[in-house]
């Protein structure tokens, strides 16, 4: 149920406020009822109308408008709280799990999370502390209406559980459809992504964007739309059900039950104002009912992500580095490592990268050259750590490299890939850095005319490609660490500062002592690296030093 599921997820992000809004929802209801008897009471013996029964009333009245005031207000600080923590969780698990996890999971489904989901579980989250007053109310009024009559009370049970039989009947299907809404939200979204991400290729070709829009666009929307009705026509049955249950059990009350003589007129009035004066509370549940749903379907949906993301809990602060301290430039040795994916998509002949044996020195200059699909960007991936290999041994200054170590490992590259993504601020980087080095590497890059660096701010990054690739590369210059991998880094640069690239700017970190690794196609540049990989098809066909040593070669 998702009072109980949501009672759990509250008291673990606070289980003194959990206590608390419990505690004062009971008290709320508790006193609803408590002034509901009183006015019954009230009614049937106006000759006890003293100051003391007036002081009663008003205590009653104002105990519970301070138990709601008193919620509401405390509510609203929680559920603040809470998004901000699950929001900082989220992205905490995101930014820690491995990037073929993420890959896997989508960026759609990841974003809708973020957003849909986390403001689901609040909004619910600010549901439940009235759930629970109108519940404690509730059953105060049934106490109430025991204690007039225990035969009646007993045959409105009766009434009430056909009519509950029914409701559950009804809402079977409830929960079902709004998974599916939200997944078909998460379709939704990923059309409006490649909306911006291709506006480009829509705007240049007629016929592409009209069936974008009128048939992908329209698709999403209207599998969208056409859950939305279906969860809200379910939950409107649901109402009119409860209400006809209601007035059905009013109808017993005011014809069936008198002529029986099982209710007195003094209880019947008390069941006719009490059953009145519980359509409120039960309109309210009724109302809440979707909302905690949906909060119940958003909240399995977050903890599904921080599972398929991360099978361990982490804190939002990161985790010591676990390695040795290395005062030079390290060599990385690879043997016989190998890394597969597409498995996990059923396809029958997975993309193997590997088994790949190398040794990357300081102070080298590597080109891994091969065709398109040949594996260069996994052997990126792999090489730099975002990749978890299947096997082999990844070796870093001699230190093997495992899950315990490997953001330790990552921590030692600095890497621009071919679909990098360029960040409006310098994060990660101190202040005296940036405005002693900043100013001399934009100069270096040609863009000191074009960009300035402010606060540890781009002052624009509307540029073309070639120079955000520049600004990346400047971002890479300043994290000064041992390792560079360029992805394709030269082929947005004009052929003038193409030449700067591979005369001036890779020769000066090698000079420094840093190992690079540069993926290309600029077979005329070879000859001033150290060494040359060919892939194909994940595999490593040729392997020279350009001293003209051939270290590895197949066919």
């Known amino acids: 149920m998702p009072l109980g599921r ?4 509250v008291v673990q992000r606070s289980s003194s406020m959990a206590w608390f809004m419990l505690c004062v929802g009971v008290l709320s209801g508790l006193l609803s009822a408590g002034v509901l008897a009183f006015i019954n009471y009230l009614l049937h013996h106006p000759s006890d109308h003293s100051l003391l029964f007036v002081l009663v009333f008003i205590s009653l009245v104002a105990g519970k408008i301070l138990a709601n005031l008193g919620s509401h207000i405390l509510l ?5 709280d809470t998004i901000l923590e699950l929001s900082l969780s989220l992205c905490a698990k995101i930014v820690r799990a491995p990037l073929l996890r993420s890959e896997r999971r989508g960026t759609s489904h990841i974003l809708v999370t973020l957003t849909d989901d986390v403001s689901w579980v609040t909004w619910a989250i600010q549901c439940f502390p009235q ?5 404690a109310l509730l059953l105060g009024c049934g106490a109430f209406l025991a204690w007039l009559s225990w035969s009646v009370f007993l045959g409105v049970l009766g009434v009430t559980a056909v009519s509950v039989l029914g409701h559950q009947w009804l809402h079977s299907n409830v929960r079902t459809i709004i998974a599916a809404s939200r997944e078909a939200r998460a ?3 990923q059309r409006f992504r490649a909306l911006t991400d291709g506006l480009k290729e829509l705007l240049m070709h007629q016929a592409r964007r009209q069936e974008f829009v009128d048939g992908e666009v329209r698709e999403a929307a209207a599998l969208y739309r056409k859950t939305n009705l279906e969860a809200t026509r379910i939950q409107a049955l649901l109402g009119a059900w409860n209400q006809v249950s209601l007035y059905a059990l009013l109808g017993f009350l005011i014809f069936l039950f008198p002529s029986v003589g099982f209710l007195s007129p003094e209880a019947l009035t008390g069941y006719i104002v009490a059953m009145i004066y519980m359509m409120g509370p039960i309109a309210e549940i009724i109302g809440m009912i979707p909302t905690l749903e949906r909060g119940q379907v958003a909240l399995e949906n ?3 992500l921080g599972i398929s993301l991360d099978g361990e809990s982490h804190d939002v602060q990161t985790k ?8 030079i430039t390290p060599s990385v040795q690879w043997t016989d490592v190998m890394f597969s994916y597409g498995e996990e998509k059923g396809e029958e002949t997975p993309f193997t990268l590997g088994p790949i044996s190398l040794e990357l020195c300081p102070g080298e200059l590597v080109f891994v050259i091969g065709g398109n699909g040949s594996g ?3 052997l990126v991936k792999v090489l730099s750590g975002l990749y978890e290999p299947l096997r082999g041994d990844m070796r870093l200054a001699g230190t093997l490299i495992t899950n315990t170590n490997r953001e330790w490992y990552r921590e030692h590259f600095s890497v621009v890939f071919s679909d990098f993504y360029l960040f409006q601020k310098l994060l990660g980087q101190s202040d005296a850095q940036v405005h002693r080095l900043a100013p001399q590497y934009l100069r270096l890059l040609h863009l000191d005319q074009k960009v300035t660096v402010q606060n540890r701010t781009f002052s624009t990054l509307d540029l073309s490609q070639g120079q955000r690739k520049r600004l990346a590369l400047l971002t890479a210059y300043l994290e000064d660490r041992s390792i560079y991998v360029f992805d394709e880094w030269a082929a947005d640069q004009d052929p003038q500062y193409k030449e ?3 005369k001036v700017l890779l020769p000066d970190l090698r000079a420094r002592g840093k190992t690079v690794i540069v993926i290309t196609h600029d077979d005329r540049y070879f000859h001033l690296g150290n060494q040359v990989i060919k892939l194909e098809d994940g595999k490593v066909v040729e392997h020279v030093r350009t001293d003209g040593e051939r270290i590895q070669s197949h066919g």
């Open 187 to 189: 379709a939704l979204f």
């Open 302 to 304: 977050i903890e599904r």
């Open 76 to 80: 609203v600080r929680f559920s603040q």
């Open 131 to 135: 759930f629970l007053m109108s519940a």
């Open 6 to 9: 949501f009672f759990r997820f």
């Open 320 to 327: 010591e580095l676990a390695g040795p301290e290395l005062a």
């Open 500 to 502: 700067i690239f591979y």
């Open 376 to 378: 260069k960007s996994t």
